[in-house]
């Protein structure tokens, strides 16, 4: 069945520093993809999505970009903050049932300063 | 406009007892749905539903039931309370078709622990 693989954290960064969060996929058809952020006691917010390949989607200095080729959607963002400090997770809007969300298991990252 | 709520925040219950996590929008959205995210395991979909009078399993229904008498409210009721239920639980909301905003919108959680 479809499925996303996320790289397993925590992942602990210094102010400033690039960040990579590495997203695959599977999937039969072709879903659409999105990056949900959970800051501590919340529950997710969508931070940004794509909904066909090679599109780029970005808030907030976060940008991910839909590769086909390579079934990914790696989140980055250039500089990060105190502030990023959360959990990140992948999905994917199930192709069949566009209603339905299958998500990764989450990553979390850490930021000090 | 208050967007998704759950309640209660926090529940303890003892093994058996049974319970109802209430959630509410005022999106009108038809699309809505239980999560529950458990370490390391992500959110698995328990039930979700398209609209009023129409329900329907996620990947993890066992020991759960829902039903959606209006539009406004998804009540998500936990039979016979058992420690593997142990867990946050999210409802999330969206409206359905094929355009417009179909993002789908988080409750705070409730964290339900079972002894």
């Known amino acids: 069945g479809d499925s996303v693989t996320q790289m397993e954290g925590p992942v602990t960064l210094s102010e400033e520093a690039f960040l990579t969060i590495n997203c695959t996929y599977t999937?039969?058809?072709?879903?659409?993809l999105f990056w949900y952020v959970q800051y501590p006691g919340e529950g997710l917010q969508l931070l940004l999505k794509a909904t066909k390949a090679d599109d780029k989607g970005s808030n907030k200095g976060f940008e991910a970009t839909y590769r086909k080729e390579t079934t990914s959607f790696h989140l980055e963002k250039g500089s990060v903050q105190v502030s990023d400090s959360a959990v990140y997770f992948c999905a994917l809007s199930d192709p069949f049932n566009t209603d339905k969300l299958i998500f990764g298991t989450g990553t979390r990252l850490q930021v000090f300063p | 406009n208050a967007g998704v709520t759950q309640t209660p925040k926090f529940q303890v219950l003892k093994t058996g007892q049974s319970m109802t996590l209430q959630c509410a929008q005022d999106?009108?959205?038809?699309?809505m749905s239980w999560y529950r995210q458990d370490p390391g395991m992500g959110l698995r979909l328990i039930h979700y539903s398209v609209g009023a009078g129409i329900t329907d399993q996620g990947e993890v229904p066992n020991g759960y039931n829902v039903s959606r008498s209006t539009t406004e409210d998804f009540p998500l009721r936990l039979l016979s309370a058992a420690p593997s239920q142990t867990s946050v639980y999210f409802c999330a909301s969206s409206l359905r078709g094929t355009s417009g905003d179909r993002t789908q919108y988080f409750g705070p959680g409730t964290r339900l622990l079972v002894l």
């Open positions: 999937a039969t058809g072709y879903p659409s």
């Open positions: 999106m009108n959205h038809e699309y």
